[in-house]
């Protein structure tokens, strides 16, 4: 009894094979209308899938010395200070925080920066410097990874502790100014 079922069984499953494959074709022929294809219009775009777009900034007043705020990070480990000003921060929809830093040697040269940390990307880009009081462009600087150690170590620190919190709802100007004037918290990284 067995050997005569095998060809009805191979019969069946031929015309299974045969209607699942059709299958796909008929699908198709009920969504194409029959007059020609459809303009769906442009394809649309969603906010993850849009370019990122870094949106221009001015260049802030000179730091007033007397405003800073220190910050309690040695870049570098050279006995350095470092100092944010907290009038030159912004925040930006593209997602940028950008500020003037002013870094003082031991023998008090100052080193003063305009720049900006990307919150979302862990990047920086050096905006201008500044000399005798004047700030100098700094337009073909391009973006970079922060760095742990070394003189720029400073900028991971700022991003992941003050300007560019993740689990925090508001990174807004003025959160991150009271977060740079209520001190160092607890380092870990």
Same mark, same amino acid.
């Given at each position: 009894?067995?050997?005569?079922?095998? *060809?009805?069984?191979?019969?069946?499953?031929?015309?299974?094979?045969?209607?699942?494959?059709?299958? *796909?074709?008929?699908?198709?022929?009920?969504?194409?209308?029959?007059?020609?294809?459809?303009?769906?219009?442009? *394809?649309?775009?969603?906010?993850?899938?849009?370019?990122?777009?870094?949106?221009?900034?001015?260049?802030?007043?000179?730091?007033?010395?007397?405003?800073?705020?220190?910050?309690?990070?040695?870049?570098?480990?050279?006995?350095?200070?470092?100092?944010?000003?907290?009038?030159?921060?912004?925040?930006?929809?593209?997602?940028?925080?950008?500020?003037?830093?002013?870094?003082?040697?031991?023998?008090?040269?100052?080193?003063?920066?305009?720049?900006?940390?990307?919150?979302?990307?862990?990047?920086?880009?050096?905006?201008?410097?500044?000399?005798?009081?004047?700030?100098?462009?700094?337009?073909?600087?391009?973006?970079?990874?922060?760095?742990?150690?070394?003189?720029?170590?400073?900028?991971?620190?700022?991003?992941?502790?003050?300007?560019?919190?993740?689990?925090? *709802?508001?990174?807004?100007?003025?959160?991150?100014?009271?977060?740079?004037?209520?001190?160092?918290?607890?380092?870990?990284?």
């Amino acid at each position: 009894m067995i050997p005569l079922l095998l *060809p009805v069984l191979r019969c069946c499953r031929i015309l299974c094979l045969g209607l699942l494959a059709a299958l *796909p074709f008929s699908v198709v022929a009920e969504i194409l209308p029959e007059d020609g294809p459809v303009d769906l219009g442009p *394809p649309k775009t969603y906010p993850s899938e849009q370019e990122w777009q870094e949106l221009g900034s001015e260049l802030p007043p000179w730091p007033e010395l007397n405003s800073l705020i220190e910050m309690e990070i040695d870049p570098g480990g050279r006995g350095y200070r470092l100092y944010i000003d907290p009038q030159s921060l912004t925040t930006g929809k593209d997602r940028v925080v950008r500020f003037t830093s002013v870094m003082v040697s031991p023998s008090g040269v100052r080193n003063v920066t305009y720049e900006g940390l990307h919150c979302g990307e862990g990047s920086y880009r050096r905006l201008a410097y500044g000399m005798q009081e004047t700030w100098h462009e700094l337009p073909n600087s391009t973006w970079a990874p922060l760095v742990r150690d070394g003189a720029g170590g400073y900028r991971r620190t700022l991003y992941n502790h003050y300007m560019c919190i993740a689990d925090e *709802p508001n990174n807004d100007a003025d959160t991150i100014r009271r977060r740079l004037r209520s001190g160092p918290p607890a380092l870990d990284d």
